[in-house]
Structures are given as C-alpha cells and as structure tokens.
C-alpha cells in the first residue's frame, strides 16, 4: 500500500520557467515531508524538509508547500535550470513511522534550455 | 555537508555468491544507518534499520539470514547478501542519519547488484 504517492512520472519545463511537483499522502499523521533530488546512478541528495507545524518552507529557488487538509505537498522551482534536471522523491514520515520514511515513486524532472 | 560512502557502486556475481556492501559515514556519526531496496520505477523501500553496537531491526517480509547487517562502528554498517540468487538483484542504497528523527538521513550512491 503506497502512502505516499508520486502521481506524475515525468514533467517537462523551460529553462527559468517553474517547475512544480507534487506528492500526496494518505496517513494524517505524516507530520514531517522531505524532498530528495536524484542523479543517475547517485544516491539521493536532501533538498528541502517541512514539518507539518508549517506551510511553506523556502530555500533559496526551492520552496514547498504543504496543505495538510488535502494531504498535499508540492514542490517549487524558480527559476527552473538544466541542472534541475533529476528524480525528485518526496518522502514523509511520522511519529508511528520510528525510523521509516516513506517515500513516493519518484518524478522525473526535465528542464530544457 | 554529511556524506555517506557506499561500495560497491556495482557488483555483478554468479549465483550463489554472498555478496557484501559497506557504508560509510565519512564526516559524521551516524548512530543510526538504513538499508534500502529499490526495484526499476518503484520508491525506495526500507529493508532495516541498524543501530551502532546493536541488532538490527528489519522490516515486515525481509529475511534477515538473508540479508545479514552489520553496524560495528559509528561510521560503518555493512550489508551482506548470502547465497545470493537473481531475484535478489536490485539497486540496494543506505542512508545515514546523524541526528534525531527529525533530522533527514544522508544517502550513499547505492550498489547496482547483478546475480547471473
């Protein structure tokens, strides 16, 4: 049973215009959210991190948003750069989970120049 | 920032070869490290979480004879796949946290494991 579901495999986007990905959840009590980033043939790399006390967390062209009635929480880049291109992860975890995070299937981002 | 090391990057073996992959944590201490599985176009799914000087702690439906780990030190926890057959290939990643629970864990660049 998926928890933490990646809807969208793939997105494409324009270089400097915004890239958004989303991830939904189904356990509300979820109540920390991280975004990892992943290269081809490289572990995945911390991007951003949100508790649920908050709604937005930014951090520098990345900033994610969480709407905790909707069990939502997507993913912002601006402006969106080649570099950006990679599998980004959302993973959640919570105080039932111990040490677990779960992570969704993953969305492929490509920035074209 | 934190930096885990992991080695093998790929390992291809005949069956029945038990296969060993290490992780490093290589500026920190990581009282904790995990070990995760991820098949083609799937998340990654935790297999067990190590404590330093402790037994491991698997999850639902992973054979721990299997997959044996080990986490003598507070900077390595080594994964070690028994008799390996190709079922069990797969791209297997650990992670490392140096924190509390509320701390994110640290990826190693995963080990791409090829049973013949």
């Known amino acids: 049973d998926q928890q933490v579901k990646q809807n969208s495999p793939s997105l494409s986007v324009q270089e400097g215009r915004i890239s958004i990905l989303n991830c939904d959840y189904t356990n509300s009590m979820f109540d920390y959210f991280l975004w990892y980033k992943k290269y081809p043939a490289e572990g995945p790399t911390f991007l951003i991190s949100?508790?649920?006390?908050?709604d937005k967390n930014e951090d520098g062209r990345f900033t994610v948003f969480l709407n905790k009635s909707a069990k939502h929480l997507s993913l912002h880049i601006v402006p969106s750069q080649p570099g950006d291109s990679a599998v980004y992860f959302c993973a959640a975890s919570g105080p039932f989970t111990g040490n677990q995070f779960y992570f969704g299937t993953g969305t492929s981002l490509t920035v074209i120049p | 920032g934190a930096v885990v090391s992991q080695h093998p990057s790929r390992v291809i073996c005949k069956s029945g070869t038990s296969v060993k992959i290490e992780c490093r944590s290589l500026d920190f201490q990581a009282t904790t490290m995990f070990w995760y599985r991820q098949f083609p176009k799937q998340s990654l799914m935790l297999m067990a979480t190590?404590?330093?000087?402790?037994?491991?702690?698997?999850e639902q439906g992973v054979e721990k004879d299997k997959f044996l780990i080990n986490h003598a030190s507070l900077t390595l926890s080594t994964l070690t796949v028994t008799s390996a057959h190709p079922e069990d290939s797969s791209f297997y990643i650990c992670?490392?946290?140096?924190?509390?629970?509320?701390?994110?864990?640290?990826f190693g660049d995963g080990t791409r494991l090829s049973i013949l």
């Open positions: 190590s404590n330093e000087g402790s037994k491991a702690t698997y």
């Open positions: 992670s490392a946290r140096d924190g509390t629970a509320d701390q994110p864990q640290h």
């Open positions: 949100i508790s649920s006390i908050k």
